[in-house]
């Protein structure tokens, strides 16, 4: 994903109507003080605006705003997952969108509230929060997908970032009411950045079905009142289910995984994403070992406390040359939302050069292998993983700015179609392990296993 500097955001005005019922809504765009760390765009809550409301008739005056006094909402008492869930994934290309050539995501079916309203969802482990558009979005993004609507859902509440309801008394918004709205800026290295404009719904959310499991999860939702065309239009899926650290989201109440484990029993706090040519798997509470080649490897997650899911690389190689040594540090992040490997804007230029030198047409695309080093491991890429039908390589830009950031990469859909990637939420580890399935690496150049500690399939030819 392409990340830029923080958004500035806005307080969000706006009417939402259903069918006969018209239901104002003014809302106010709180300071979020967890979210100033936040520097890269996938999903940037609602954190750096000022308390900026918006007025209509009367100032309903600070009883109305969020404060400090208030007391928080208590969570829901259980989201039990007291068995491995297994969910199925599909690898569907974009909607209707020329510069994104190659480009694939997997997607799989969630549904939320009561009577179950059944969306497609990409599983982004670089975002915070469960993103859905909501039923009163006109927006040609929200109209081209599916949509959820808190009114069609008895087990739906409107409710505020510190978890209180919108209006007391009742369970949905009526009339004029001033309430807490969050803007999200989504970056995406395939299909562009945009801002989505949303509010809070209070639902439940169910994962899995029939012999793979099940498991539901009572939390607070981001319903999107205003999507911008570029990327939200492209995205084959409806809405986004964030599997990113706690510290991404507004708060504990938003993370899916975070309370999807409260009151869990007999299950690993880890999941697991398996990408295969057509399809993949998420394995929620456990992993299905029959799928690697050698055992998984566990690395610390470097800085958690940004919400992110990456791993100190120790250098960057294109076959035997070092295109980053790292010597003022690397870091990897796995990014489940996107096709491309992801390289920060300064080391884009050397490494597309590297890799586009060696390539030729000639039988296919033969090239060097690109190697990330992460000391006890190398995760090792050919050509095949990292170019096109073309043979060009795919890469994405990451726009971060130096000093502050240095060395970024980012692990989708190329590194994890062969390495299996496991998550552990309480230990905060990485771990990854070849896939049995995954095809050899082939080089134009001879040399050994570029894998150390097994994995026998993976080797230079």
């Known amino acids: 994903r ?65 404060s400090a006094a208030q007391a928080p909402a208590a969570l829901p008492a259980d989201a039990p997952l007291s068995s491995a869930v297994v969910i199925p994934l599909r690898r569907v290309g974009p909607r209707n969108h020329q510069g994104a050539a190659g480009a694939s995501f997997y997607v799989g079916t969630v549904s939320v509230g009561h009577p179950p309203q059944e969306l497609q969802v990409l599983f982004d482990t670089s975002s915070g929060h469960v993103l859905l558009p909501h039923r009163a979005c006109k927006s040609a993004a929200c109209l081209e997908h599916r949509r959820y609507s808190p009114w069609e859902s008895s087990t739906a509440m409107d409710m505020n970032s510190n978890g209180s309801q919108v209006q007391q008394g009742h369970r949905l918004a009526r009339g004029v009411v001033r309430r807490d709205a969050v803007t999200i800026g989504y970056t995406q290295s395939d299909l562009g950045e945009g801002d989505a404009q949303s509010v809070l719904v209070r639902d439940s959310l169910c994962v899995g079905s029939g012999a793979g499991g099940q498991a539901c999860v009572d939390l607070a939702l981001l319903a999107a009142l205003s999507l911008q065309d570029v990327p939200f239009r492209a995205m084959p899926n409806d809405g986004i289910i964030g599997l990113g650290l706690e510290s991404l989201a507004t708060g504990p109440i938003c993370s899916f995984f975070g ?151 980012t692990f989708g859909e190329t590194v994890l179609r062969r390495y299996y990637a496991a998550f552990d939420w309480e230990k905060r580890k990485l771990g990854f392990a070849p896939l049995a399935r995954a095809s050899t690496i082939v080089s134009d150049s001879p040399g050994k296993a570029l894998l150390r500690g097994g994995a026998s399939n993976l080797f230079v030819v």
């Open 259 to 409: 309370r999807l484990l409260e009151g869990s029993r007999n299950v690993l706090p880890q999941f697991g994403f398996a990408f295969g040519a057509d399809s993949g798997e998420l394995h929620l509470g456990a992993h299905d070992t029959t799928k690697f080649a050698a055992p998984l490897r566990w690395f610390p997650v470097d800085h958690p406390e940004d919400g992110y899911w990456q791993v100190a690389v120790r250098a960057v190689r294109v076959g035997n040359f070092t295109v980053d040594d790292c010597s003022r540090g690397c870091h990897g992040i796995v990014d489940t939302g996107v096709s491309r490997l992801g390289v920060q804007t300064s080391h884009l230029p050397r490494l597309q050069v590297a890799l586009t030198s060696a390539l030729s047409r000639h039988r296919g695309c033969h090239g060097p292998i690109l190697t990330f080093d992460l000391g006890d491991m190398v995760l090792a890429l050919g050509p095949q993983d990292y170019t096109d039908s073309k043979c060009a390589p795919q890469l994405g830009p990451l726009s971060l700015e130096e000093p502050r950031f240095t060395g970024v990469y």
């Open 2 to 66: 392409t990340w830029g500097q923080l958004l500035g955001l806005l307080p969000l005005c706006g009417t939402l109507a259903e069918e006969s019922s018209v239901l104002p809504l003014f809302s106010l765009t709180q300071l979020l003080p967890a979210m100033a760390r936040m520097t890269l765009s996938s999903i940037l809550a609602a954190g750096l605006a000022a308390l900026a409301p918006c007025l209509v008739g009367a100032d309903l005056g600070a009883a109305l705003r969020k």
